[in-house]
């Protein structure tokens, strides 16, 4: 018997030796679980031969336990890598085969999917096209294509408009009856004009002529009137160039005769520089309308208008239809010259442009040219009438002083093309009597053109005494739907972008997914009117522009966010992780993985960081558990038992030899 309790023990002690090695083996393996050895006695007796002092019978290996308590977590710079801190195990798919893991060493493989580096799939919750989770479990993966661009349908202001702000004055003055032709005309004028707060007056000179750059003189033009003008403060000015072939001479008719011969000439210079315009095929004013509008210069437009008498009646044809003209516009005040017919009789026109300009309350008076003079009059002065003023709220978003706050955004088309919405804010005079309610005038100007009709009438904000906004233009949700944009590129030409609906299309709010015009809503909802500075506490668009692929972040959560290039972000999924009953009843497979067995029950699958679930901790891995330190002891006491054990063999075999040497 000494000899069997001897070999048991040697096989107990080799079984120590060899759990012991392996621990030592996997002290650097990321989420190994060390074992230990636990040994039980045996005893040799029969069913009734039980006695009271039984000899042992040696001793057995009754289980290798492995231990799953909590390695230490280091940082790594990888992304992907996951640590669990807290109970549970990632869940991978190994070509059908689920197996559960503490290694959390991951990456992407060739199609994108997020593995470990036994190409086993790791498993989570998946994601849509928008980002939300769903509870479908299958193995995440890392869609590495651009991100689609997404068009703005909404955009959120929650700002506080300044209750303290005046009312903006602004006395306007159109001089429609004098025109840069009559300056020309009298040799150059004098602009002066005289403040009513008793500060020294502001004279301008402005010339007839000025230097061509080649050693002559040429007629000044509208534009360079008006930029003069703006340098006398407190005066705004703009120029415009308008010519029509009716009332500039050509007579109701002859452009149409013109068009219709196939020898048709067109001729059509801003500033004396000749501007191409495509005639080929041009044989109607609407054609002949067409040709400028797609010309080289950006600042022309044209279109037809309806002939009028003197009276200002239409002039019709012989059918009673309207007799309609070509009217072309030069919106920065240039001279504009054109000359038309047919071989070479063609008729030259010119026309040089009109002002339209504007003076703040601080203005008293336009002087004459000569102050100790009345008789010598200047003609800005003739055309103003300081009777018929008014005190007003004159908008022009290129003049700060018409309003009182402006705050800008991007927004975005349908091709993820980034345009700039503009907000202006102007304080009206309060209704009735001004108790108990204020007004705002918001305009909204998407890359310099104003839009939502507001070119024409603006919203109306009203807010009632607490400052809380009561409606927009009646819209007790403070919303207001542009419905009339058309996405342009840089040249003020439409890029090709989804634009306005059609005239009978009902728009509906919230716009509903997925949009198929430029329609998009202005939330002013949470808009403040309180005695504080203006401010922007949010403003949020829901579009982007496409978007590349940048980087990846994971949360504690264990959810696996996609960074773009566009700025934005999106869930890709959500890893899982799974629990059990009986941790112990796992059975180890290898590669730092266990599998479902019976003892161990069936997994308690979820979200991490829920219910008994341990959180995730991102570019982190769990080192292995084991005590290098303890295993150098443990492999002593090992070597110990092992020597023990054979030294009782060793005894025994003397003890037995000694008997076999008896005579």
């Known amino acids: 018997m000494a000899f069997n309790t001897g070999l048991s023990g040697l096989r107990a002690a080799s079984v120590d030796l060899d759990v012991t090695g392996n621990n030592i083996a996997n002290a650097s393996t990321v989420g190994f679980k060390g074992s230990k050895v636990q040994f039980g006695d045996l005893y040799a007796s ?66 994108g999917f997020i593995t470990n580096n036994q190409n086993m799939k790791v498993q989570g919750y998946t994601a849509d096209d928008d980002g939300n989770l769903s509870g479908i479990r299958g193995d995440l993966r890392i869609e590495t294509d651009n991100l689609a661009p997404r068009r703005t349908t909404n955009l959120r202001s929650d700002l506080n408009l300044d209750s303290r702000e005046s009312v903006l004055e602004a006395r306007v003055n159109r001089l429609g009856d004098v025109s840069i032709e009559d300056l020309i005309a009298n040799g150059g004028d004098e602009f002066q004009i005289v403040y009513a707060d008793g500060r020294p007056n502001q004279r301008v000179e402005i010339p007839s002529e000025v230097d061509d750059g080649a050693g002559g003189t040429r007629d000044i033009t509208a534009r360079e009137v008006a930029g003069l003008l703006n340098d006398i403060a407190g005066v705004s000015s703009s120029a415009t ?81 309207p007799v309609q003209d070509v009217r072309i516009i030069d919106n920065r005040g240039s001279n504009v010259t054109v000359s038309y017919g047919n071989g ?70 349908s091709l993820g093309n980034s345009h700039e919405l503009t907000q ?88 509903p997914e997925p949009p198929t015009t430029s329609a998009f809503v202005v939330d002013l909802g949470n808009t403040t009117q309180y005695g504080a500075a203006f401010g922007v506490n949010d403003q949020r668009q829901n579009g982007y522009s496409t978007g ?79 005590d290098l330190s303890a295993e150098l002891v443990n492999l002593i006491i090992a070597q110990r038992n092992y020597q023990a054990n054979a030294k009782t063999i060793e005894t025994s075999d003397a003890v037995t030899q000694t008997i076999i040497n008896l005579r």
């Open 46 to 111: 029969g069913f009734l031969s039980g006695g009271t002092n039984p000899i042992g019978d040696g001793v057995r290996v009754q289980d290798v336990k492995q231990s799953f308590g909590q390695g230490n977590i280091s940082f790594t710079d990888n992304g992907l890598d996951m640590a669990i801190s807290g109970d549970g195990f990632f869940i991978l798919n190994n070509n059908g085969e689920t197996r559960y893991s503490r290694a959390g060493q991951f990456g992407i493989d060739k199609d």
């Open 241 to 321: 160039t308008a010519f029509s072939f009716e009332t500039d001479g050509g007579g109701i008719g002859t452009l149409d005769a013109a068009l219709a011969d196939p020898d048709f000439e067109f001729n059509l210079g801003i500033d004396g520089q000749n501007i191409p315009i495509a005639l080929s095929g041009v044989s109607t004013k609407q054609g002949l309308v067409e040709a400028i509008n797609t010309s080289s210069a950006r600042s022309l437009s044209a279109n037809l208008v309806d002939v009028v008498d003197v009276n200002g009646d239409p002039v019709l044809d012989g059918g009673g239809n």
């Open 344 to 413: 070479g009789t063609t008729t030259p026109y010119s026309r040089v442009g009109d002002l339209n300009i504007s003076t703040d309350r601080t203005i008293q008076d336009i002087a004459t040219t000569d102050p100790d003079d009345p008789t010598v009059t200047s003609l800005f002065s003739a055309g103003y009438d300081a009777g018929e003023l008014s005190i007003t709220n004159s908008f022009n978003p290129l003049d700060q002083r018409t309003y009182n706050h402006a705050t800008s955004t991007p927004i975005f088309d």
């Open 424 to 511: 202006f804010y102007v304080k009206n005079p309060s209704p009735g009597n001004g108790v108990g309610v204020s007004e705002w005038s918001v305009y909204l100007q998407i890359d310099g053109e104003l839009v939502a009709g507001t070119d024409t009438s603006p919203y109306t904000a009203r807010f009632d005494e607490s400052g809380i906004l009561q409606s927009v233009n009646g819209d007790a949700n403070g919303e207001i739907v542009v419905t009339d944009w058309i996405p342009k590129d840089p040249d003020g030409e439409p890029n090709g972008a989804d634009g306005p609906p059609l005239p009978n299309q009902e728009v509906v709010t919230p716009i």
């Open 548 to 626: 590349r692929l940048s980087g990846l972040d994971v949360s504690d959560q264990g959810v696996i966010f996609a960074r773009y290039t566009n700025g934005q972000s999106k869930s890709l999924g959500q890893v899982a992780l799974a629990s059990f009953n009986n941790t112990n009843g796992l059975s180890p497979v290898g590669e730092t993985t266990w599998v479902e067995t019976f003892e161990s029950g069936q997994p308690v699958i979820g979200a991490p960081d829920t219910g008994t679930l341990g959180s995730i901790k991102a570019s982190s891995l769990e080192e292995s558990n084991v």
